[in-house]
């Protein structure tokens, strides 16, 4: 399997973080680097992980919050995404997220995760 370059990783990296960035507000982003970027929802003092994504040499990791129970997290996130991720950490590594169906998928996963966030009141939109 081939490695992205850094151009590559920059670029995926930067497709996932604008994705991450639709959801604040009204989630809060936690880090913001070069190389990292995470968001979180806050209500009073509960937060809750929205997303993460973190660029190494080679690869980007994506990341999406434990805490949702599994039959929820099955309606939110596509088939293709979860079956790609470490699902003991609900993570995925990315080697190409300039890819259209990919990229609609982790869009559709931020926008619906966004919408249960509210739903279940860890933010308000």
């Given at each position: 399997?081939?490695h992205?370059?850094?151009?590559?990783?920059?670029?995926?990296?930067?497709?996932?973080?604008?994705?991450?960035k639709?959801?604040?507000?009204?989630?809060?982003?936690?880090?913001?680097?070069?190389?990292h970027?995470?968001?979180?929802?806050?209500?009073?003092?509960?937060?809750?992980?929205?997303?993460?994504?973190?660029?190494?040499?080679?690869?980007?990791?994506?990341?999406?919050?434990?805490?949702?129970?599994e039959?929820?997290?099955?309606?939110?996130?596509?088939?293709?995404?979860?079956?790609?991720?470490?699902?003991?950490?609900?993570?995925?590594?990315?080697?190409?997220?300039?890819?259209?169906?990919?990229?609609?998928?982790?869009?559709?996963a931020c926008n619906?995760?966004l919408?249960?966030?509210?739903?279940?009141?860890?933010?308000?939109?």
């Open positions: 399997m081939s992205m370059n850094k151009p590559q990783v920059d670029l995926s990296f930067e497709i996932c973080q604008q994705y991450l639709s959801a604040v507000p009204p989630c809060t982003a936690t880090a913001d680097t070069p190389t970027y995470e968001c979180m929802a806050i209500n009073g003092e509960a937060k809750h992980l929205f997303g993460y994504v973190v660029a190494h040499q080679h690869v980007v990791t994506l990341g999406f919050n434990e805490e949702i129970p039959n929820d997290f099955k309606e939110l996130v596509s088939d293709r995404l979860r079956n790609m991720m470490n699902h003991n950490h609900r993570r995925l590594e990315i080697r190409n997220a300039e890819i259209v169906d990919l990229r609609q998928d982790i869009q559709d619906k995760l919408y249960y966030y509210n739903q279940i009141g860890w933010t308000k939109i």
